[in-house]
């Protein structure tokens, strides 16, 4: 029996991103096609400006390309709703970002929850089971209780992994998450995304300047002025 090849988690074919003004066209992705299989760690390298950050907002469905198309297991997001396109990223994506993103009035295991308040059919109970779960996962089961701006800045980056975790994605998209971090706390942050994909299979793309951290990572896209050099 011929086995039937697994769609790529993410595929994006022929994109282009323009951004227009009414006096200037800024061209910020140029045909650029990729495939991120189930259980990758990869790594999107470049200079500032090169379309980094953009290619994960299309990666993450939270923008459109000019031209081409976006794939999730073999589906084209066209083909989505927006409610279905909603809830897509809400399921199917996790995000982790260089500033964090958390909420300071909230605990940090109600930042870790938060998420799963959009989640229909999932009661209190198991959302704070969930939350508890993800932060014993990256080494915070004690830190429950604490509130943001009471942990350091590795700390705040385990909780924001724990909340991308709390919600069971496909695809993990991390946006220079060691970049607000000196050498020992990126490294340690490094080192659990690496055990996240290595002994749990989860999948991570991570925009990166850092050389040494992409270099950890099984495959790297590299882009120069909105174009692949790879």
Known sequence: MTKIAEAPVLRLIDIEKIYQTSTVETSALNCVSLSINRGEFVSVMGPSGCGKSTLLSLMGLLDEPSVGTVEVNGRPVQSYSEKDLASLRNEKIGFIFQSYHLINDLSVVDNVELPLLYRSGMSAKDRRKRAL????????????SH??????????????????????????????????????????????LLHLNEKEGTTIVMVTHDEAQAQRTKRQIRLLDGSQVN
């Not at 779960?133 to 429950?144: D, N, S």
């Not at 060691?178 to 990126?186: I, P």
Request: proline share 5%; no cysteine.
């Open 133 to 144: 779960a993800m932060l014993e996962k990256v080494g915070l089961g004690a830190r429950t």
């Open 147 to 192: 509130f943001p701006q009471q942990l350091s800045g590795g700390q705040r980056q385990r909780v924001a992994i724990a909340r991308a975790l709390a919600g069971e994605p496909e695809i993990i998209l991390a946006d220079e998450p060691t970049g607000n971090l000196d050498s020992v706390m990126g490294e340690e942050i490094m080192d659990l």
